[in-house]
């Protein structure tokens, strides 16, 4: 253990991956700062212990306050509007936040002098209309939504900090990543959240967009473990983080339904209302780098994590008075500051 | 009916071309104008008396909105950027704003208003940076090098992203560098065409540049806005590249320049280290062989008539700015 313990500063503390980050830092003896927006609801699953320090990716100020309060040794920024759909709705926010957000956290990290390593969480979207599969880190990128032009213009300024300006500065090209924490408006979680209704009667029917959709799904707290390590180097890089296996909405399908003794071709419609303006290809991820530098490894199969994502649905129903869980598609939420 | 067109960055060096050449083609020509008794307005109406201009700013999407509420073009032009690599080191997020984000609200303000209007971006060869490739094409990936780059390559993906999921007619224009007696003092180019003609006359004795073995692919600014204006007239949106397929040290522009001028830049060139950028871009060359075939267009201006061009209007405006009484004579 160390003596002196460590500090380190989360951006978007309030998603899926924050909290789980959160839990890994602290075992690690981490001081803890999560940044939240003002005025943000901070969810149950942030541990009691993270300090919370207010701040926004669109102000450039608030950031230098957030580094002031928090005198990290490590940033990782996990905040952006994470919404790959809703990112259609509203770009030039998307772009505020998801692109611009960085670049403006870079230059506060800069400007403080203070030799603070920062992670972004880079996404497979920045490859979206990729032409090879599987994707490595030298893969060139190729965004088809807003989100991803956005992603790819936070990971190459990365890049750009480290060349430029010397500043430890790692990405983390994160494909899919699913768990029990997932938001409701990303599909995983809304098929899961619909079998467990099903399963209970609460609702009869599920709606989607494209079946055919193929995306390398992992297990978020294996995902947050490689952010770590990836600040644990000597030197600054870019890992892609991924389990390099395909699935389908079919498959997953197969397995939420199956697992609550159910058949999803009697419960699902396709809605093409659901369909994204432009839909990536074949996202998979070669983590090879990963695997031999950082050491790194997933820990859950797919199956594991779909079924552990239902019996977390099934719980959830079990403990509410009244369901709470949404099995509609709701509004694709932001998941940080912004 | 004669057409209209709506010009960002229109006090820059592109943008009077551009102006110009569409008003040769009969087009009603607006320019948007930023702040205040921008100075710089009327020098741009000086070149250009037919344009009208217009207010709005690339970091406020509402006046842009409001720009083409008032104007209804038929085309967009966007060449408004913070364009000048080493101020984007500098001026990192305001470049990120303006270079970057501001494509997307132009591309958003036309979304709401009119999506039939077609849409140009002005790209850059910096993009490509750090380069894979050589020459460098349309499919060649990015690896830009500056905020400046990073800010163009991401106006190019959301260009291409809102061709793709929108059904407009946006179109990317991945220039290489382009110059002219218009470009602005701070670029290479012009700084050495200017010293050379203030050396010539005596006002100067000294010229300090960066790296001199830095290669570009330099062309003539009134060609590359004729290939703009070509892009937006094709049946479908496309990309291309716009180059002229040569390339040139630093060092060859100031054999020309000097030479020109009857001189020997080893006598007057200081090697200066403060003006080497943080990460210089390898070599940069165009293939615009799509541009070429696609569009029918072809450069007309050789490298050396370029340099001689600049040099000339150097020496002429740096000639008429002497005060009479005290004009140096020439060496």
Redesign the interface.
């Known amino acids: 253990m160390p003596t002196v313990s460590r500090r380190a500063l989360v951006t978007g503390v309030t998603g899926q991956d924050g909290p789980y980050l959160c839990e890994l830092l602290l075992a690690e003896g981490y001081a803890v700062y999560g940044m939240v927006m003002p005025g943000e609801v901070v969810p149950p699953e942030v541990p009691a212990a993270v300090h919370r320090c207010e701040g926004l990716l669109t102000d450039?100020a608030s950031l230098q306050a957030a580094l002031a309060a928090a005198q990290p040794e490590e940033v990782y920024n996990l905040a952006a509007a994470t919404s790959v759909a809703a990112s259609?709705d509203d770009?030039?926010a998307v772009?505020?936040v998801t692109?611009?957000g960085v670049?403006?956290l870079l230059?506060s990290v800069r400007r403080s002098g203070a030799p603070i390593r920062l992670l972004q969480a880079s996404s497979a979207e920045i490859f979206g209309g990729a032409v090879t599969s599987p994707q490595d880190e030298a893969t060139?990128?190729c965004?088809?939504?807003?989100y991803?032009?956005?992603k790819?213009?936070a990971h190459?300024?990365v890049q750009?900090y480290r060349?430029?300006?010397g500043i430890f500065a790692a990405t983390a090209i994160l494909y899919n990543h699913e768990s029990p924490r997932r938001g409701p408006g990303f599909v995983t979680r809304k098929i899961t959240a619909a079998a467990a209704r099903i399963s209970r009667g609460i609702d009869d029917e599920l709606r989607l967009g494209n079946l055919d959709a193929v995306r390398d799904w992992g297990y978020a707290p294996d995902y947050v473990r490689a952010m770590h390590l990836a600040l644990q180097q000597e030197a600054a890089d870019d890992y892609v983080v991924a389990t390099g296996e395909t699935h389908t909405l079919r498959e997953l399908l197969d397995i939420a339904f199956s697992s609550v003794g159910l058949d999803w071709h009697r419960h699902v419609v396709t809605d093409p209302g659901l369909l994204r303006?432009?839909e990536p290809v074949r996202l998979c991820g070669d983590a090879t780098r990963a695997r031999t530098r950082l050491g790194w490894a997933p820990t859950r199969d797919f199956a594991a994590i779909i079924r552990e994502m239902v019996a977390a649905d099934l719980d959830r129903l079990n403990q509410a008075a009244l369901p709470a869980a949404p099995a509609s598609p709701a509004a694709p939420r932001r998941e940080g500051p912004g | 009916m004669s057409k209209s067109a709506l010009i960002t960055g229109i006090t820059g060096q592109d943008g009077s071309y551009l102006a110009e050449h569409l008003v040769s083609l009969g087009y009603e020509v607006h320019g948007l104008i930023r702040g205040q008794n921008n100075p710089r307005a009327a020098i741009v109406r000086r070149i250009v008396p037919e344009l009208h201009l217009v207010d709005g700013d690339l970091h406020d999407q509402s006046s842009l909105i409001s720009a083409l509420e008032a104007t209804h073009p038929d085309e967009v032009y966007n060449l408004g950027a913070i364009s000048f690599v080493a101020l984007s080191f500098k001026q990192a997020i305001n470049t990120g704003e303006i270079t970057g984000l501001g494509v997307t609200r132009m591309l958003d303000a036309i979304r709401v208003v009119n999506p039939a209007t077609r849409f140009y971006q002005a790209s850059s060869s910096e993009m490509f940076g750090k380069v894979r490739e050589t020459p460098q094409t349309e499919l060649t990936p990015f690896h830009p090098r500056s905020p400046y780059g990073v800010a163009k390559v991401y106006g190019h993906h959301i260009t291409v992203n809102y061709r793709e999921s929108y059904g407009m007619f946006a179109v990317s224009g991945i220039l290489f560098n382009h110059e002219s007696p218009r470009r602005g003092l701070e670029f290479v180019t012009r700084k050495i065409t200017d010293g050379a003609a203030r050396i010539k006359l005596g006002l100067e004795t000294e010229l300090r540049l960066g790296n001199i073995d830095a290669q570009r692919d330099w062309g003539f600014a009134g060609d590359y806005v004729r290939a703009m204006h070509l892009m937006l007239q094709q049946d479908e949106p496309d990309d291309f590249v716009v180059a002229t397929g040569e390339t040139h040290s630093v060092r060859e522009l100031l054999e020309l320049a000097f030479g020109h001028l009857g001189l020997r830049w080893q006598d007057h060139v200081v090697v200066d280290e403060r003006f080497i950028r943080p990460a210089d871009v390898a070599m940069l060359v165009g293939d615009a062989s799509k541009a070429r075939r696609v569009l029918g267009w072809q450069p007309t201006v050789s490298f050396s008539e370029l340099v001689a061009m600049m040099v000339e209007s150097d020496l002429r405006a740096v000639t008429a700015d002497l005060p009479a009484t005290s004009a140096p004579a020439p060496r």
């Open positions: 450039s259609f770009p030039v772009a505020d692109g611009l670049l403006r230059e060139p990128l965004p088809v939504s807003p991803g032009v956005a790819a213009f190459q300024t750009l060349r430029s300006h303006p432009a």
